[in-house]
């Protein structure tokens, strides 16, 4: 069956780094288009950033860009979030989705979130 | 705050149809497609409708979506206790090249 798992959160300082990573199976990765989604505690859901299939595209939403690189490996079936600066207002779940929709925010398939703290 | 315009909150009683809104602009649901999401306690986000109208197979046709010029709506037919979660409307905004989520309807099954 469909799995997106995530991996790598965890409590940064701010001002510090983390890679996150999305483990993909079940389905044909590399012809999914893949976002990073976020979900701060008891707030709703800020899209983050989005890759293209074949990594030909990439783009951010405001409050990440110069800070945050998504990067893909259809080989290995894997979805990656480079953070660095990061801030408190970071902290959040943070959810790699697949979309068989170009630059669509129709994503069918979501991970389960891995949480990133950033606090002193 | 949230580019996408919501009902903080809803409610119904079993079996009722409530219906919950998302106005946008000409920059996002004026101009492209609108995807709904359910988020129950806990888990992560499901679709639930796509490209305004569509459900995705296994989703219950109790689920219905529409769109007419800058606003769209989910509306909820026949509600059951297992409905109660939060709501997401999604778009792409051609302005800020990037997707936009109205802040979440929390739907409460009275």
């Known amino acids: 069956q469909v799995q997106l798992v995530e991996s790598g959160g965890g409590l940064v300082k701010p001002g510090g780094s983390l890679r996150l990573s999305c483990a993909a199976s079940?389905?044909?990765?590399?012809?999914?288009?893949m976002s990073w989604i976020r979900q701060a505690p008891g707030k709703g859901l800020e899209w983050v950033s989005y890759?293209?299939?074949?990594?030909?595209?990439?783009n951010y939403a405001d409050s990440v860009k110069g800070r945050f690189t998504i990067s893909r490996d259809n080989a290995k079936n894997s979805l990656y979030l480079q953070m660095n600066s990061l801030r408190a207002e970071d902290t959040a779940v943070y959810y790699c989705?697949?979309?068989?929709?170009?630059?669509?925010?129709?994503?069918?398939?979501w991970g389960q979130g891995t949480l990133v703290t950033v606090s002193s | 705050q949230s580019v996408l315009t919501r009902p903080p909150s809803a409610s119904g009683t079993p079996g009722q149809r409530v219906t919950i809104s998302c106005s946008g602009s000409?920059?996002?649901?004026?101009?492209?497609?609108v995807n709904w999401y359910q988020q129950l306690p806990g888990t992560a986000p499901k679709l639930l409708i796509y490209?305004?109208?569509q459900r995705p197979s296994g989703v219950p046709d109790r689920f219905s979506g529409s769109k007419s010029g800058t606003s769209a709506s989910l509306a909820i037919s026949g509600l059951q206790s297992e409905d109660e979660a939060d709501y997401y409307c999604?778009?792409?905004?051609?302005?800020?090249?990037?997707?936009?989520f109205g802040g979440g309807t929390k739907l409460t099954v009275l």
């Open positions: 989705a697949g979309s068989s929709s170009p630059w669509s925010p129709q994503w069918d398939y």
């Open positions: 079940g389905f044909t990765f590399s012809d999914y288009y």
């Open positions: 890759i293209s299939s074949r990594s030909s595209y990439t």
């Open positions: 000409s920059s996002n649901i004026g101009s492209n497609a």
């Open positions: 490209s305004n109208n």
């Open positions: 999604a778009a792409w905004d051609d302005s800020l090249n990037g997707v936009v």
